[in-house]
C-alpha cells in the first residue's frame, strides 16, 4: 500500500500543485434567486405601490425575527406543515425559519397583550417547497402582508382588506382580475350537510381547495380514494362547490332547505350578505364572486376567505377568460392569537398577503417583451467639464449638489473626455449634465445640458439646485 500512495504523490506532484485552489460552485442555492439591478428597480416599484396603499389606508409597519421557536409555527399550517424548514439546534433552542407573516404576528399580539392594531409586515418567509421557478414559486419569497387586529363590527374590516387588493392589482395595471370570496363557515356547514365526518373537514378543505388546478373529477377520486370519504358524500360537495356568483347566490343558499338549518352556514351566509353590501358600496363588486369552491388550505382560519386571481383572455373571440394563478389571499382567524395567550384570550383578525414574487414575475416579463428602457439609478445630474484640470471644481461643485439633497454623479477620472462624459448619461439615463470651465467659472455660472434635447442654458451657480429640482422633478 505505502508503495502505491508513494505512486500515486508522485504522479500528483508531477500533474502540478492544486494546493490553495478551491474550485467553487457558483450557484444560489435551490428555490432562491439574486436580483440584478434591473430587477430590483422593477421590484421597488411594486413595493413602493403597495406600500402606499397600505398606509393609505392607516397601517402602521412591525418586523419580527426570520426564525421561530419551532413550536411556534408547528400545527398551524395543516398539510404543509411539512415544508417548514427547521433549523439545527444552535444553543438550546429548536427553530424553524418562518414560513410565513400571519403566525408571527399573532404571537407578537399575544406576547406584547396587543388586542388592537393595524400594521403591514413586507419580509422574506421560507418553504422547504419543490418550487417552480418560472411561475413566481421559491423556497425564499417576500410577503406584504395587511393585517386588521381587533373587535369590530362585523365585516367593514373584511371589507377593506378586498378593497386594498382591488386597489393594489388596479393600481399595477397587472390586466384583469377576480377576487374570489368564500366563508369557512359555509364550508364546515356545507361539509356537515353533505354527511362529511368532523374528523375529515380540514383534509377535505385542502382537497376542495385544489378545484382551480384540477378538475372536479380528479378533486372527487381524491376525496372517496385517498381519504376515505363516501361516495354519495362527495357528490354532494360537488353539487355546492361549482356554484359561483354574487348577491343573488347569497339570497338563494340562504333559502337552501338543507344548508338554511345548518347554524354555521348560516351566520357565514348572513355575514357574506352583508359583505356584499359594503362591497356595493366601495364599487367593487364587479371584480369580486362569491365562489363555493374557494376553500385555502391553511388551518387557521375561521371565516371570511379571498383570494385575487389574474385572468387572461384565451384569445379575442372566446368569451371564457382563464386564471393564471393567485396574485393575493387571505381571511379572517379569530383564533390564532389565543392559541399564543397563556389566558386564551382571543383577538379577532383579518388580513392579507399579496403575491409579490407572482406579481414581480409577470411584470418582469413583460419588461422584457416590450424592450423598455429601466433606469437602475435615480441620478439627477452628472457634473463634467469640458477642459482639463478640472477636477477639484468638479469635487466642489458635486459636494454642493450632495448637501443640497441633488441626486448627483462624476466620472472617477481627473481629466475625462466630455464625450465619454456625455455617453454616460445616455447609457444610464441621467438627464441633465452640469458642465463646469474655465469661462463659466469665470462668470459665476454653470452650463446646464438637457441630454435628451442637447439644449444647453448657462445657470447662474447660486440657482443651480433650483434648477436642477425644477427639471428633474415629476410632471
Known amino acids: 500500500i505505502a508503495k502505491e500512495v508513494a505512486k500515486l504523490l508522485e504522479m500528483k506532484a508531477q ?31 411594486v413595493f413602493n405601490a403597495i406600500i402606499t396603499c397600505f398606509k393609505r389606508h392607516g397601517a402602521e409597519v412591525i418586523d419580527t425575527p426570520v426564525f421561530e ?5 408547528t400545527g398551524k399550517y395543516g398539510e404543509d406543515s411539512k415544508l417548514i424548514y427547521d433549523l439545527k439546534d444552535q444553543g438550546g433552542e429548536l427553530l424553524s425559519l418562518r414560513y410565513d407573516l400571519t403566525v408571527p404576528f399573532a404571537r407578537y399580539l399575544a406576547m406584547n397583550k396587543i388586542t388592537n392594531i393595524k400594521r403591514y409586515h413586507i419580509a422574506k418567509v421560507y418553504r422547504r417547497d419543490n ?105 354532494h360537495i360537488g353539487e355546492y362547490v361549482q356554484l359561483h356568483g354574487g348577491l343573488d347566490l347569497i339570497e338563494r343558499l340562504l333559502q337552501d332547505p338543507k344548508l338554511s338549518q345548518n347554524k354555521l352556514a348560516k351566520e357565514g351566509l348572513g355575514d357574506m350578505k352583508l359583505l356584499f353590501e359594503y362591497l356595493t358600496l366601495f364599487g367593487i363588486t364587479g371584480k369580486i364572486s362569491f365562489d363555493l369552491s374557494l376553500a385555502r388550505g391553511l388551518d387557521y382560519y375561521t371565516g371570511v376567505i379571498f383570494e385575487a386571481v389574474l385572468l387572461q383572455q384565451e384569445n379575442d373571440h372566446v368569451e371564457e377568460s382563464v386564471s393564471v ?38 411584470l418582469e416579463q413583460r419588461v422584457e ?24 471644481e468638479r469635487l466642489k461643485l458635486i459636494s454642493e449638489l450632495w448637501d443640497a439633497g441633488i441626486k448627483a454623479e462624476v466620472l472617477y477620472k481627473k481629466n475625462p473626455k466630455l464625450l465619454n462624459q456625455l455617453q ?21 455660472v454653470v452650463k446646464l445640458r438637457v441630454v435628451a434635447t442637447r439644449e444647453e442654458v448657462n445657470v447662474r451657480r447660486e440657482s443651480l439646485v433650483e434648477e436642477i429640482r425644477m427639471r428633474t422633478s415629476r410632471p
Open 325 to 362: 394563478g393567485s396574485v393575493a389571499g387571505g381571511g379572517r382567524y379569530d383564533g390564532l392569537v389565543g392559541m399564543f395567550d397563556p389566558k386564551g384570550r382571543k383577538v379577532p383578525c383579518v388580513g392579507v398577503s399579496i403575491g409579490i414574487e407572482r406579481i414581480f414575475s409577470i
Open 369 to 392: 417583451a416590450s424592450e423598455e428602457k429601466i433606469r437602475t439609478t435615480e441620478t439627477q445630474v452628472l457634473v463634467a467639464s469640458a477642459q482639463k484640470k478640472l477636477l477639484e
Open 424 to 444: 454616460y448619461c445616455e447609457d444610464t439615463g441621467i438627464p441633465l449634465v452640469a458642465i463646469v470651465g474655465e469661462q463659466e467659472l469665470k462668470d459665476g
Open 15 to 45: 500533474l502540478g500543485g492544486d494546493e490553495g485552489k478551491h474550485k467553487f460552485v457558483l450557484k444560489t442555492p435551490k428555490g432562491t434567486r439574486d436580483y440584478s439591478p434591473k430587477q430590483m428597480a422593477i421590484r421597488e416599484r
Open 131 to 235: 418550487p417552480a421557478m418560472t411561475r413566481g414559486r421559491y423556497r425564499e419569497f417576500y410577503q406584504c402582508d395587511f393585517d386588521i387586529a381587533g373587535q369590530f363590527d362585523p365585516m367593514i374590516p373584511d371589507a377593506e382588506c378586498l378593497k386594498i387588493v382591488h386597489e393594489i392589482l388596479s393600481d399595477l395595471q397587472l390586466g384583469d382580475f377576480l377576487i374570489k370570496v368564500n366563508d369557512r363557515r359555509i364550508l364546515d356547514g356545507m361539509f356537515a350537510v353533505c354527511g362529511v365526518p368532523d374528523s375529515k373537514f380540514r383534509t377535505i378543505c385542502s382537497s376542495v381547495d385544489k378545484l382551480d388546478k384540477m378538475p372536479w373529477e380528479e378533486v372527487r377520486s381524491e376525496m372517496v380514494g385517498e381519504k376515505g370519504l363516501s361516495p354519495e358524500a362527495a357528490d
Open 69 to 73: 421557536l419551532k413550536e411556534t409555527l
